[in-house]
């Protein structure tokens, strides 16, 4: 009978300790987050309406972000502190922070915060390389959804996009995932099984206002060049053409009789612009085709950098892979001649 009690006994603890323990993948899970959860802050912004009797009416909203360096920046988003009149970051330890913002870049949904706590009580994440991501490579979001913090999800790179819109924000080189990222997620890392930065998340797609599985993060390679900037200057340079233009479609190509199929047609030039002293020229009038209204007479451009260009979008795409001083070539179409035009391009003017 004892025999049998042992027996028993050793066989429970045997399929106990096997059924706690951990695969090697969760093994790396639970290190990731214990390593770098002290790095995702929670930041939370206070902005004052007022009604209609002029009364204030404050309202408070969330989103993560990450510790940069022992200086105290810190990386979120744009949207996540866009027209706050305060700020405040709460560290893993309790404590909480006023913070400024030392600047953002709207057009990349970037923002660096500054705040001023002691050295010891910040753990920095280390930035990777999204150049290098695959489809189907895991990864780990940790943040601070619907105001619950630090939360770890996981999942893969579901897809690799060359650009998402969301509102009035195009992000180039978008990364794609179904790690669930949620309300308040906003700002945080995306990172990869070696606890390195690949990514900021940034949005979702969802029908219902939570996750489905389809979440979006901003590279680590253009938040890198955007913190660079940031902490040099306040402010991020983009190249500076000084063109407006709009998409040539192959329907407008057939009703304008033009050669060329697609493209990108120049519809106003800027007095004094890089364009301008090139010698780019904008439309000369106004017509309507169908319902659309279109700007003809100008320069058509056919191609950039040797590139073909197809739509209005893809040539600003290509324009903002440059800096200020760089030269780019110009492929255009003029009054149905090919020519080439090289532009010395400036910086946008903020």
Do not use: C
């Not at 404590?95 to 953002?104: L, N």
């Amino acid at each position: 009978m004892r025999s049998g009690s042992l027996v028993v006994v050793s066989a429970w603890i045997l399929l106990a300790s096997t059924a706690w323990a951990l695969t090697r993948d969760e093994e790396n899970n639970v290190e990731l987050y214990r390593r770098l959860n002290a790095g995702v802050v929670n930041i939370t912004s206070r902005a004052v309406a007022y009604d209609f009797f002029f009364n204030p009416i404050p309202s408070d909203s969330s989103g993560s972000g990450f510790i940069l360096d022992s200086q105290g920046h810190i990386l979120t988003n744009h949207h996540v502190v866009k027209r706050a009149q305060r700020l405040e970051v709460s560290l893993s330890d309790g404590t909480k922070w006023p913070a400024q913002v030392v600047g953002a870049d709207p057009l990349t949904d970037l923002a660096v915060l500054k705040i001023k706590a002691p050295t010891d009580s910040l753990t920095v994440i280390p930035l990777g390389d999204s150049s290098t991501l695959q489809v189907g490579q895991k990864v780990l979001a940790i943040g601070n959804p619907f105001g619950l913090e630090h939360s770890l999800s996981a999942g893969i790179i579901s897809s690799l996009r060359k650009v998402v819109k969301t509102g009035e924000t195009e992000i180039e080189d978008v990364i794609q995932t179904d790690a669930a990222i949620n309300p308040g997620n906003s700002g945080g890392p995306l990172l990869d099984s070696d606890g390195r930065v690949v990514g900021i998340n940034t949005a979702i797609f969802t029908p219902s206002g939570g996750n489905v599985g389809i979440g979006f993060a901003i590279p680590v390679n253009t938040a890198k060049r955007v913190v660079a900037d940031i902490l040099a200057r306040g402010y991020v340079i983009y190249a500076y053409l000084g063109a407006e233009t709009q998409t040539l479609t192959p329907v407008l190509a057939r009703a304008l009789k033009v050669p060329v199929g697609q493209g990108a047609m120049v519809v106003r030039v800027w007095e004094g612009s890089p364009a301008a002293k090139a010698g780019l020229m904008g439309g000369t009038q106004r017509v309507v085709i169908g319902n659309a209204i279109v700007i003809i007479g100008g320069d058509i451009v056919v191609a950039a950098d040797g590139q073909r260009v197809t739509t209005s979008d893809e040539f600003r795409r290509l324009l903002r892979k440059h800096l200020p001083g760089d030269l780019m070539k110009l492929e255009i179409l003029r009054q149905g001649k090919r020519g080439v035009i090289e532009v010395k391009l400036g910086e946008r003017p903020r």
